[in-house]
Structure formats: C-alpha cells, structure tokens
C-alpha cells in the first residue's frame, strides 16, 4: 500500500463476530457430547484430570470445530523464555486402513506434544544434546482458530515442560501462582465468614505502541534489528505541544485500529479502549478484565494480532520501550485484582462496615507485599530496553512504592493512631476504632507517577514494558500477595486463639501492618529527585540497571517466598536469573554491533561525502578577491566545524569496536553484563550524540536515514 492510501476494514459486528473462532462454551456444546462438555467444563471450574476418553471425545469435537472453520493444521501454541510465544505447526492429514488420506486428530494430540526443547532458553536447565521438551493442554484457556491469506491453524494454549519436570515457559508458574494467590485468599475469606468456592486474580492490560510508516522502518537498520532507532537528532517539533494524547484519530490509523479490532473480537478478546498516546505515532489499546492466564495469552494475541494488521496498512508495529529518543516511550499498565467465584472484586470497597474490614485486610496484603517485595517486582520488569523508559518523564522511576490516594492514606493513617476520622459529604463517614466507614468508590486522585497505584478497585502496575510477557509480573504480584495473606491469616488466627474477637484481632493486624509498610506508601510526584532522596531515607530499593535489578531474582527471601508457594523451584529461579542476565547482554550487543555498521557504512560515508562539499565550497569560496579577512575566517569555521565532528565521530567508532572485543574475551556472565552496562552502552550514547550532532549540520540530501520529525508526522 502507498502512503496516504487507506485499507478499509469491513466493519465487525461486535455480537455476531466476537469469539467466533474460539472453541467457546456455545461452541463446546454443539461438538462435543453432553456428558463430555459436562466432564470438561467441570475440570475447567474446579480442576481435575483429564482421561483418555474425555480427550478422545473432545480431540474429535475440536477437529470438526476447526475442520468447519477452514483449518488444516493445528499447533500447541506456548510461551517460552523468550518473551513471546512459539508454534509447530502439524496439519491433519493421516491415513486410514487403506492407505486413504482422512482428516485425524487423537486425543494424545490435543493434550500433549513434544517439542526440540534445545534452542529454547532454559538457563542451563537443558543442555543443547538434551533435546527433548513436552507441551501440554491449559483446558483453562480456550482453544482459537488464526486464520491468514493461505488458510487458519487452530491453536492449542498449553504449558511447555522440560523432560525432567521443570517449567520452561511463562504460563506454568502463571498457573501455579493463581492456585497461591487462590488459596491464601480463601483462607482469608473463611475466617470473615466467605463461603465462595474459589478466589482467581483478574487483569486488564493496557497496551501502548508506536506505529511507523513501513517505507522508513525499511530504511533503518537499528529498528529493523533492535527495535530502536540508535541515532536520531529531536524533531523541532515532538510532543511539547501536548496536541496528540487524547487528539482526533486521523483516517488512516483509525482504519488500523478497526481492522485489528476486528481481528481481535473473532479471537473472543475483550478490546475495550483505543486512544492517542502523548507521543507522536503513539497509540493505546486497552481491555476488560479477564482471568489472569487469559488475559496474558489475551496480550501476546494482541501484540501478534496488531503487528500482523499493520503491515496491510503500510505500517510497522513498534513494541520496543523507547524506540524514539526525546519522546515517551510504550509500556504496559497492568491492572490487577482479586475476584471470588461469585464474581465479587475482593478490592472493591464494600457497602457495610464488615465488607470494609475484609476489604482493608486485602488492600493491606497488597501494599505490604510490595514493601517486602519491591525489590522482587522491579526485578521482572528490568530488560535492556526498559532501563531507557523507567524513570523518564513517562514512566514511574525504579523504586517500587504505592499510592492509595489522600483519603485511603487518611483512613489507614488514623487507624493505625487509633484516632477518629472527621469528614465532610464528600469524604466518607465516621471512623471509629472498632468500626469502620463506607468508603465510595474513585474517592481519590490518579497519580500517574506511582509505579503502583490503587485506582478505586483494583491497583495498576505501570512499569512493565510494552514487548514484555506480563505473565511474570501477575506471577509475582499472585506469590508476593499470597505471602503476606498467610502472613495475616497466622496474626489474626493467632489472635483468635489468644481470645479476641474477631474485630478486635484484625484491627490488631491491620494496625501493625499499616505502620509496618508505611515506607513504601507515597503520595507525591515520584518523578522529582526529592522522591530519590526521601525513598533512600525509608531504606527503599532503587537500581536503575537491569544487572543490579535482576540479581534481586535470586535475593534469598525471594526465592523462599515462590519455593515456598509452590511457583518455582530454586533450580527454576536461577535458571531465569542466568537467561535475563544472558538477554541482557545479548541485546546490548547486537544495538553496538548495528550501531558499528551503520556509522561505517551509512553515516560515515555520508557525512565524508558532505565535508567534501562543504571543504570544496570554503576552498572556492577564498578564490573571491573581494572577501575580507573575517569573511574568510567564519568560512573556515564552517569547514573546522564539521571537520572536527566528522573526527570526533571515527574516534568514537574505534573505541566502540575496542569495547565490543574486549567483551569477546569476558568469559563471566556476570562481568560481561557489567561490562555492557559500565562500557558498551556509555560508549554508544556517545557516539550517538556525535552522530545526532552531525545530522542536524549535514545536507539533508545526503543524510541515509529518514529523520524523526518525518517518521513522526509524514505518513
């Protein structure tokens, strides 16, 4: 498609359309048997096994389902350690008795497969000969159809294990961690009096993303290979304005937008919200809530479903954190809940002074958790790309803290100095000690500053990048909170036992935990240095590199606390820790490497090219008889100039390059992340500078790469 051309989407119907290729409840009804979609959905409720007959019976309904819906292939569709998801695709095709070709789909191929497992990361879990790997069924998450130009392949959402037992993916400790955070809440429940079956976490993702018009990304090496661009000089114009967030979606994006959304609603996701972001080119998707391991297959779906759309609309998808220096940068705000059986939002405020203590003891567990485990969630989130987004002026800064708002913050405050609350009609009622108010909902402020933030129902963590898996930061948040739930399900149990009543034990906990985690609570602008200086003073963590983040992974407490929940084994754990690190540095590499190339040759050469004209253009200049000396001497200047630059620009090239071997020979992981961090990347912002200077002085004409102010507003 030509620029300025539109690829117009037929537009959905949203009830007609939406979840029609996935192997949905009405779906499961009409092929499978009634007592096998009873038996299944069963399982799916309330957990179980699944035998070999009910795998027969439903392995033979989802291969009609497909057949129906132009399949020929299926797939186990999984999420290893490499951030996205992987496939392998088998089509249907067998023979029968005769040696007649059928359509065949077996029950052992609906819940297993076996997959190389050696060329996935594992951290040292699997070595290169030990090849092999299984996946297995998730019957939690639904089973879709994707389809494309050649035809559609059912996909099968599973788990992907090691031959010894060990998770190899993103969903099997996601699963785990459910089964936690699940159990540690009905414990809680059960003391209040609950009697719901079951408590699960739910999500709902926001996803940012730039789009860039497909003719300049195809001219720019570094997007093309890091997801970035390593040099570029700021646009005159950018984001100072304010005019993009929120603005008027202009015609082209718009018909993007539907046609993904189209995309999106036959693939039963949830796309709710659509808007300008702040940036130029930037944009947001967000959705409903969803159970957790739904939403998280639900947001690689979106990316992969959005990357896809783009290109029939001339445009390449960006996910990287900070693709455009100068300007904000993507990430994902993850909102996240608990929600009991009966749909109840366990971080709801209640309507009686009873659901408001069972609900304080919730927020608590949340808030404490992040005290305890800060360190633990700034650890999931650190990669080399979102070292350049946390901290901006777009994104909250490394140290981990919660805001609740003034008159949560007032209310936990004044209970915790046994104090009564006064308020006016637009505040909450009365607080006594031993009774608690009605607390309304969206009773305070948003501060999006905070990397953790409770906004009215729920608490939104903003620091995840817009590539990442949000699997490990809903795992994370599931263990931490479990922990602290058991935590104070002992003291207010203990508490019981000691003779107290019931209110008298919980307020007893509350009281102590509210002045326990009061570090990690703040109200301000986290973006100011003054945040930095008060956050050291609390003894709150803050490590702006991924190398010192990640080593909070194997942090013995919090290695106890996922051991202990049952979510990952050491052995797991550790194996995660060395495959960041072994990211970190490969990333890090491969931007020095590109960034070799296209200053030797790209930049480089353009820029000789113009220094030729410029010097040829000063030397004729002096032939002029007439010039004075001073004339003659801002000549030169323009020459001198340039020259030293274009110097100052090989100077920095040899001296990357002696970085990038001197890495070669670091043997340590350890010290080879270190030496990306403390060597490559300095070394690279420098020549950057350079280059960027050398781009604003140099004839456009002879510049090989397109500049930010077009990529951002030519389209």
């Not at 930037?282 to 896809?308: G, P, R, V, W």
């Not at 939104?460 to 948040?477: D, H, M, R």
């Not at 200086?533 to 991924?546: F, P």
Request: one cysteine or more; a negative charge; hydrophobic letters at 40%.
């Amino acid at each position: 498609m030509k620029n300025g051309e539109l690829n117009k989407p037929a537009v959905p119907t949203i009830p007609n359309s939406f979840g029609s290729n996935v192997f949905t409840d009405a779906a499961m009804k009409q092929y499978l048997p009634y007592k096998a979609y009873l038996r299944l959905t069963e399982v799916v409720r309330k957990g179980g096994r699944i035998d070999e007959q009910l795998a027969e019976e439903v392995a033979h309904g989802v291969k009609e389902w497909a057949l129906a819906r132009g399949a020929t292939h299926y797939c186990h569709w999984f999420q290893p350690m490499t951030g996205a998801t992987a496939e392998k695709h088998d089509s249907f095709l067998s023979y029968d008795a005769k040696g007649q070709p059928i359509a065949r789909f077996s029950g052992k191929n609906l819940i297993q497969g076996e997959p190389d497992a050696s060329s996935f990361p594992s951290g040292g879990i699997r070595a290169t000969f030990e090849a092999r790997g299984y996946t297995a069924w998730d019957p939690t998450s639904p089973i879709f159809v994707v389809e494309n130009a050649g035809g559609a392949t059912i996909c099968i959402p599973t788990i992907f294990l090691s031959y010894t037992g060990e998770a190899l993916d993103e969903k099997a400790p996601l699963l785990r961690s459910n089964e936690a955070v699940g159990k540690a809440a009905l414990r809680v429940l059960r003391l209040f009096g609950g009697a719901a079956a079951r408590v699960y976490p739910t999500v709902g993702a926001e996803q940012e993303y730039f789009l860039l018009d497909k003719q300049y990304f195809d001219r720019r090496p570094d997007l093309v290979l890091t997801g970035r661009t390593l040099f570029g000089a700021r646009s005159p114009k950018d984001q100072q304005m304010e005019d993009h967030y929120f603005g008027t979606i202009k015609e082209r994006i718009l018909c993007f937008m539907q046609d993904a959304e189209a995309e999106l609603y036959r693939l039963g996701i949830p796309a709710k919200t659509r808007h300008n972001e702040v940036a130029p080119m930037q944009f947001e998707l967000a959705t409903l809530y969803e159970e957790s391991n739904i939403a998280c297959d639900h947001n690689h779906l979106i990316m992969e479903t959005m990357k896809k759309v783009a290109l029939r609309h001339g445009f390449v998808l960006l996910l990287h954190e900070k693709p455009f220096a100068g300007v904000n940068g993507s990430g994902k705000h993850n909102n996240w809940s608990l929600a009991d059986g009966e749909g109840r939002n366990l971080l709801e405020p209640g309507a009686t002074p009873h659901d408001n203590l069972q609900f304080l003891v919730f927020l608590m567990a949340v808030v404490s958790a992040v005290h305890q485990y800060g360190d633990l969630l700034r650890a999931w989130v650190a990669s080399a790309g979102n070292d350049h987004r946390l901290g901006a002026s777009e994104a909250p800064p490394a140290i981990m803290s919660v805001f609740l708002g003034e008159q949560l913050t007032r209310i936990l405050d004044n209970i915790a100095a046994k104090r009564q609350h006064q308020v006016t009609d637009q505040q909450i009622i009365d607080l006594g000690i031993a009774k608690l108010p009605v607390i309304s909902r969206d009773n305070t402020d948003r501060n999006r500053t905070s990397p953790f933030a409770f906004t009215g129902s729920k608490f939104e963590f903003s620091a995840v990048g817009a590539p990442q898996s949000i699997a490990p930061a809903n795992y994370t948040l599931n263990t931490i909170v479990a922990a602290v739930l058991d935590q104070l399900a002992d003291a207010v149990e203990a508490g019981l036992q000691g003779g107290a009543d019931l209110n008298s034990a919980v307020m007893a906990v509350l009281t102590e935990a509210i002045e326990r985690s009061r570090p990690a609570r703040y109200e301000g602008n986290n973006y100011e240095q003054a945040w930095e200086q008060e956050a050291a003073r609390r003894g709150l963590s803050n490590k702006k590199t991924t190398p010192l983040a990640l080593a909070d992974l194997v942090a013995e407490k919090n290695v106890a606390a996922f051991v202990r929940a049952g979510v990952f084994t050491r052995r797991e754990l550790e194996a995660r820790h060395h495959i960041q690190l072994e990211k970190y540095c490969k990333t890090v590499r491969i931007e020095a490497e590109t960034a070799l190339r296209m200053v030797r040759t790209m930049i480089l050469p353009a820029c000789l090219e113009h220094q030729h004209s410029v010097s040829y253009a000063v030397s004729a200049i002096t032939m002029v008889p007439e010039l004075d000396q001073m004339a003659m001497q801002t000549q030169y200047a323009i020459a001198r100039r340039y020259t030293v630059l274009v110097s100052e620009l090989e100077r920095q090239t040899l001296a990357l390059a002696d970085k990038l071997r001197a890495g070669d020979a670091v043997a340590d992981p350890a010290q080879l992340d270190q030496h990306c961090c403390a060597e490559l990347i300095p070394a690279m912002a420098a020549l950057r500078r350079t280059v960027d200077a050398l781009e604003e002085q140099s004839d456009r004409r002879k510049w090989p790469l397109p500049q930010y102010w077009e990529m951002m507003f030519v389209y």
